[in-house]
């Protein structure tokens, strides 16, 4: 059983900022892309962050220019620096973990527990 373990999350004022951290076990190696998702009340999950084992990351537009997603692959460890947060950031974030097998092309993906932002003044 593959457990990524979030921490980082709390309340924050507008403007402020938070970093989130994920482990994850040794066996999540740099073949595996890391990010986050994150779900607010009432909405459908949606990506965060996407960080390839080299280094190249995926950003969804609303976050864009304000977080920052990094890896540490000796660490095996995922973060996602949060600035300039806004009260609409409230949510549930969700460490991720994947791959694809490049031969059978049967997708692996692993899951967080998930760690809550919010943002309020």
């Known amino acids: 059983q593959v457990q990524l373990v979030e921490s980082g999350g709390g309340l924050a004022q507008p403007g402020g900022s938070l970093r989130l951290s994920c482990a994850a076990p040794g066996s999540i190696t740099s073949s595996y892309y890391m990010g986050w998702y994150r779900q607010g009340p009432g909405k459908q999950r949606e990506l965060v962050a996407l960080?390839?084992?080299?280094?190249?990351?995926t950003y969804a537009d609303s976050v864009k220019g304000r977080f920052t997603i990094s890896r540490d692959n000796g660490q095996n460890t995922v973060y996602l620096q949060m600035n300039s947060l806004k009260p609409e950031d409230t949510a549930v974030y969700y460490c991720?973990?994947?791959?694809?097998?490049?031969?059978?092309?049967?997708?692996?993906?692993?899951w967080g527990e998930g760690t809550l932002v919010t943002v309020s003044s």
């Open positions: 991720n973990a994947g791959l694809v097998d490049p031969h059978t092309l049967r997708p692996t993906t692993y």
């Open positions: 960080i390839n084992g080299g280094g190249v990351t």
